[in-house]
């Protein structure tokens, strides 16, 4: 089984992400690209970031989506921190709208998604204790997304996805619905 943890900067993808490899033994995975191109999470990084200021909106939706797909080539049950949402959401459009969909076509999707949301106010207070100093917080797009895109996104394609409003909940608390969720699919345990 594979599930997308997908959502914002602040909403706690990676702490869920985290806490189910923990709980359900499942292999994390956050670069998959790192892999094929033999390089470290540092380094991997370092290159999507070097292909995001490329400012190609069709490169950046190729590149990610070639990323996506080798996440969906794990042959273990695995947790993907993010997927194919946020680059949707930052490259989706006309332009490369086919791209998105030759990418579903042809790689699949997750078997669940489970979309983090929380309000901007909570994800820019989470980034701030996270690290005051990230760069983020300069970036007035990434501080007043929505999630509107991403919904559109998960229904188009038809993805099985449950949205998760992190805003009032304790990391605890997600886990435990994020678990419930994942139950309804697949033979896991709460």
């Known amino acids: 089984m594979i599930i997308a943890i997908e959502g914002h900067d602040g909403v706690g993808k990676t702490t869920l992400a985290k806490a189910l490899v923990a709980r359900l033994g499942f292999v994390y995975i956050k670069h998959p690209i790192k892999d094929i191109l033999s390089v470290d999470d540092d380094r991997c990084l370092e ?28 042959d273990e049950n695995a947790i993907l921190d993010r997927h194919s949402l946020l680059n949707y959401y930052w490259n989706g459009g006309t332009a490369t709208e086919a791209i998105f969909e030759l990418s579903q076509k042809l790689f699949g999707k997750p078997d669940l998604t489970l979309l983090l949301t929380a309000s901007n106010e909570v994800r820019i207070d989470r980034i701030k204790k996270r690290d005051s100093k ?18 559109d996104y998960l229904e188009k394609y038809k993805f099985n996805y449950t949205i998760i409003d992190t805003d009032s909940l304790t990391a605890e608390e997600v886990e435990d619905i994020a678990l419930r969720e994942i139950s309804h699919y697949t033979n896991v345990k709460e």
Request: glycine share 0%; net charge neutral; charged share 25%.
């Open 47 to 74: 290159i999507i970031k070097n292909v995001i200021k490329s400012d190609s909106p069709k490169l950046i939706a190729w590149f990610l989506a070639f990323n996506d797909m080798c996440a969906l080539n794990a």
């Open 134 to 151: 990230d760069a983020d917080l300069k970036n007035t797009a990434i501080l007043k997304a929505d999630n509107d895109k991403l919904i």
